[in-house]
C-alpha cells in the first residue's frame, strides 16, 4: 500500500505557493492559491481566504498534495452556484 505524505501548514503553504491544490485531510476541503488569495472548495461550500486568514483558521489542520491533476474546476464552481442562486 503507498504511504500518502501528509504535511503541516509550512510546508502545505510552500506547496500552495509553486501552484499545487493540496486536500485538508480533516474536511476533504480543496485548497489553491489564486492570485493572493487561497482558494477553499468544499462539497457543501467555498471561500476565499487572505494568507493571514487561511494561516489563522487552518494552522492545525493535515494536508496532502491533490491525486486530482484537475484542481479546482473554476467554471464548474461558477455554474453550480448560480444555478443555486436562481433555485433559492
Not at 491544490?21 to 488569495?37: A, D, N, Y
Not at 482558494?39 to 476565499?48: N, R, T
Request: aromatic share 12%; proline share 1%.
Amino acid at each position: 500500500m503507498d504511504q500518502i505524505d501528509t504535511m503541516r501548514i509550512e510546508k502545505a503553504m510552500y506547496w500552495l505557493e509553486q501552484g499545487h491544490v493540496l486536500q485538508m485531510i480533516e474536511s476533504r476541503t480543496l485548497v489553491q492559491k489564486k492570485g493572493k488569495m487561497y482558494q477553499l472548495v468544499s462539497d457543501q461550500w467555498h471561500s476565499c481566504l487572505s494568507p493571514t486568514d487561511f494561516v489563522s483558521l487552518f494552522s492545525n489542520n493535515t494536508f496532502v498534495l491533490s491525486q486530482s491533476e484537475e484542481g479546482i474546476d473554476e467554471k464548474k464552481d461558477e455554474e453550480y452556484y448560480a444555478w443555486r442562486r436562481r433555485s433559492l
